[in-house]
């Protein structure tokens, strides 16, 4: 038994088992001409699944003739050796490859499924030979050189037999914890329309029926308590009225207001960097838009200023809810959680004004669908997509009492736990299933996930075979 392995097989080199090792290239980019053809040309973007259906882009057959790129025949082995180290596909159609990328041929007798799994299960040792600054890369030399495991041809078919056997398992129950992250999404959404537009908590209503202000009586409170809030600021202009002739209708009791009727909108700012040692280092947090991933609990922070830097800033109390306004992540919402912080430009703030409205009911109709399509609907189509806080201030949102805000947020914020617990027993499981596949492919290559048969030759044998019919076969070379 060599190093663990069955009797039968032996070690040898990748670059002992292939016939040859093609590299690619790509055509001159100052010829738009080139890639206007009807030939893929694959590259590493398009190693998306182990089988891709197409490519980004095409060349003709006169950029194939003047460049380094090679055409492959369907169904050949592809690697990345420049970014995407470990990735292997086959591609069911003819190709070009670029430069980044390498076909592999394996020799006669052997299986090129088994190869391909091989592949698969040194991925992370491929990935970790990776050298370069910013970009890594593997050279062929030492990839050609890593040791292969090679049994005789009958049992490495064995062997992808039963591997498929077991992925195709293992697929299914991936599906199916896929289709349950759909329904889980679907449903989130489905709690957040049923919130926001009083289905949520239509028994509750019902029950509380004389309790509660009639639709008039709260939008007069509405805007008392902004005029009230209004004082020492600019001359007071009464918010716009949101035009609802395409929006649905709200319950009894509930209105449309403008974002600015209910609470105060305000955009952030950065410090002058001139003044970075006065103003940054402090206890202050100052919030951008990646810290707004923690969504209704914005409670860390990467950066802190000073007392000096949030003076030169803007500011918020807890409670207070952030929206993302320019950039791929705007709409992207969080509630903050500091007694203070300090946010940048590209966060509209909203402080809600206490009797109208609750910052965590809001923070659930601006991270709802509707209320995010109304954002994107109102950016600006620049090179970024902005929504300042002129537009941001006018968007409508559905509103009833704070007495329902509060019963919202709490059968919202319970629905949605449950559904984030089967979220966690979802990744759980597809990191169960990925850990299985690294396991099958270990016991598969170390000789244990099928029976030997003594009835076949020594690998020996097989590798007498493949060097007879390549003498001094020399595996291609090049830079990755």
Known sequence: MEDGLPQSWMKVQLGD?????????????????YFQGDIPLMTVKDMRSRRPSGTGF??????????????VPADTLV???????????????????NQDLKALFPAEGMDKSFVEFWFLSMAQRIEAMGTGTTVKGIRLNGLAGLDFPLPLSEEQRRIVEKIEVLFVQLDKGE?????????????????????VTGALTADWRAENRDKLDHGRDLLARILDTRRETWAGRSR???????????????????????VDAVGEVTTGATPA????????????????????????????AREFLTDAGADASRTVRKGAVLVTCIGATTGKTGVNRFDRAAFNQQINAVEPFDTVALGDYLYWVFVGSAFQAQIWANAAATTLPIINKSKFS?????????AEQSVIVAVVEAQLARADELERLCETELARASALRQSILKQAFAGRLVPQDPADEPASALLARIRAAAPGKKTRKAKA
């Open 58 to 71: 095409n060349i003709t057959a006169e950029a194939l003739a003047n460049s380094s790129a090679k055409l």
């Open 175 to 195: 599906e199916a914890v896929r289709q349950v992250q759909g329904l889980l999404k679907r449903y989130r959404q489905s709690v957040l329309k049923a919130a």
């Open 236 to 258: 007071y202009k009464e918010p716009v009225t949101p035009d609802t002739s395409d929006l649905p209708e709200l319950p009894e009791g509930w209105v449309w207001a403008a």
């Open 394 to 402: 006018r968007l409508p949102v559905p509103v009833p009492s704070v």
């Open 79 to 97: 690697i990345a050796t420049r970014m995407g180290l470990g990735k292997i596909v086959r591609a069911p159609f003819e190709t070009a490859i």
């Open 17 to 33: 088992v292939l016939s040859s090792i093609i590299g690619g290239g790509t055509p001159s980019k100052d010829r738009e001409d």
């Open 273 to 300: 960097s001139a003044k970075k040692d006065a103003f940054f280092g402090g206890d202050i947090p100052f919030l951008k838009p990646t810290d707004l991933d923690q969504g209704a609990l914005v409670a860390e």
